[in-house]
C-alpha cells in the first residue's frame, strides 16, 4: 500500500470510526457493517492503528463486534479485532493496576495526588498515565525512583516551563507523566492548579480506586491541551466530553466563572461548539448548550479538518486568537509571572517547528 493509498485508508477509517462510536441508524449501521468486514487486512490495519492513535480502540473495536452476524462470525477480520481487543484489555489491565499503585504509594507518604486527563477516555486509556500534585518536585522525583526504581526521561523545554515529568517504571510500558503545581503548556495556569486537588472527585475503575479531576476541570483541562497546546482533537475527547455533556454532568455557569479567571472561557466554549457541532455531523443534531456558550464560542466545527490521522483546529487566525485572548486575561488580573510564561509560546512553538522541519522530530522543544 502507498503512502497516497494509506491516506485514504485513513481518512475512510476515520469516518467509519465516528459512526461506529456516535450510532449510525439501521441502515447506516448495515452500510457501515458491510465495508468493515470488506475491508482488506492492510485496511483493517489502519483501522485498528488510527482508533489505537484516537485512544477509541476498546470502544470502537466493541462495537464493530457489536454489529457483528451469523454470516460474519466466521470472517478472518472478525478474529483480529478480537485479538486486537484482547490485547487492549491485557494492556490496560497492566496499566490501572500499576496506575492505583502509584497513586496509593504516592498518597501514603503524604502527598495528594489525582490522575488527569487518562481515565476521561475510560473503557479506553490514554498512551501515557497523567498525574498532578502540589507536592514539591525534589520530593515527587526521590519518592519515584526510590520506591518504584523509576527512570526520568529526558525532558523538553515545554516539559520545564509546564512543570511535569515522565517517569519510566520497570514492567509499565507507558510512562507517568507527573504534572506539579502548574497546567498548561507553559506552566501559566496556577489558578486552576492551586485547587485543583480540592475540587476532584472519587471514581471506581475497574476495581480500582482514584481520584480524578471535578468535570469542570476536566473540560478546562481538554481545552488547554487541544485548542491551546497540540490544536488537534482526538475523536475520543470527542467522544468523552460529548457523554458527560448528554448525561447532564456538566454545571455551564460554575464551569463560565471558572474558565473565564482562568482566561481561557472563549477557548471552552470553542471546545464545546466543536464537539456538537462533530457529532451533528453523524447523528443529524447537535448536542444541547446553552446560547452564553454558544455566544462565546469563537468559531465551530465548520473548522475543523481532518489531517494526519487527527481532527486539526487551524490555527491561523482562530488559534492565535484564542491565545491572545488568554494572554491579555492573564496580565489583566495582574499575573505577570503567569503573563510572561505565556508569551514564550510562540517562541516555543516557533523552535518546535523549526525542529521538526530539520530533523523530522520536535523531540527536546515541545
Known amino acids: ?25 439501521e441502515e447506516q449501521g448495515n452500510e457501515l457493517r458491510k465495508y468493515l468486514f470488506e475491508l482488506s487486512k492492510g485496511e483493517f490495519s489502519n483501522f485498528v492503528e488510527l482508533a489505537h492513535l484516537n485512544h477509541v480502540v476498546v470502544r470502537a473495536l466493541s462495537a464493530l463486534l457489536d454489529h457483528e452476524d451469523q454470516a460474519s462470525s466466521n470472517n478472518a477480520r472478525v478474529e483480529l479485532a478480537r485479538q486486537a481487543l484482547n490485547a ?21 507518604h503524604g502527598h495528594s495526588v489525582i490522575v488527569i486527563k487518562s481515565l476521561d477516555h475510560w473503557p479506553d486509556l490514554g498512551s501515557d498515565l497523567d498525574l498532578f500534585t502540589n507536592s514539591s518536585p525534589r520530593e515527587i522525583c526521590n519518592f519515584m525512583t526510590e520506591h518504584f526504581h523509576a527512570t526520568l526521561a529526558p525532558r523538553s523545554w515545554g516539559d520545564k516551563l509546564a512543570c511535569k515529568w515522565n517517569f519510566l517504571i520497570p514492567g509499565l510500558p507507558e510512562a507517568i507523566e507527573i504534572h506539579i503545581g502548574r497546567l498548561g503548556q507553559t506552566g501559566e495556569q496556577a489558578a486552576i492548579a492551586s485547587s485543583l486537588v480540592e475540587r476532584s472527585r472519587p471514581v471506581q475503575i475497574d476495581g480500582h ?8 476541570d476536566r473540560i478546562m483541562i481538554s481545552t488547554l491541551q487541544r485548542m491551546y497546546r497540540h490544536f488537534f482533537f482526538r475523536l475520543c475527547d470527542v467522544v468523552d466530553s460529548a457523554q458527560i455533556m448528554e448525561a447532564g454532568l456538566v454545571d455551564y455557569e460554575a ?3 471558572q474558565a473565564t479567571q482562568a482566561g ?21 443534531t447537535g448536542l444541547e448548550l446553552p446560547q452564553f456558550v454558544k455566544a462565546a464560542a469563537r468559531f465551530g466545527g465548520e473548522k475543523v479538518f481532518y489531517r494526519d490521522s487527527f481532527l486539526r483546529v487551524p490555527i491561523m487566525p482562530q488559534s492565535v486568537e484564542l ?10 488580573m495582574g499575573e505577570l509571572e503567569n503573563g510572561a510564561r505565556l508569551s514564550l509560546l510562540p517562541w516555543l512553538a516557533s523552535a518546535a517547528l523549526l525542529g521538526q522541519k530539520l530533523t523530522g522530530s520536535d523531540k527536546g522543544i515541545w
Open 209 to 216: 480506586a482514584f481520584r480524578v479531576a471535578s468535570i469542570a
Open 323 to 332: 491565545y491572545g485572548t488568554q494572554l491579555a486575561g492573564v496580565l489583566k
Open 264 to 284: 481561557i472561557w472563549e477557548g471552552v466554549a470553542t471546545y464545546l461548539k466543536i464537539v456538537s457541532d462533530y457529532v451533528k455531523i453523524y447523528r443529524g
Open 1 to 25: 500500500m502507498t503512502n497516497k493509498d494509506k491516506q485514504i485508508s485513513m481518512r475512510r477509517s476515520m469516518a467509519c470510526l465516528s459512526q461506529l462510536l456516535f450510532g449510525p441508524s
Open 88 to 108: 487492549e484489555h491485557a494492556r490496560i489491565r497492566t496499566a490501572t493496576r500499576f496506575l492505583e499503585e502509584v497513586c496509593q504509594s504516592i498518597e501514603g
Open 255 to 257: 464551569l463560565r466563572r
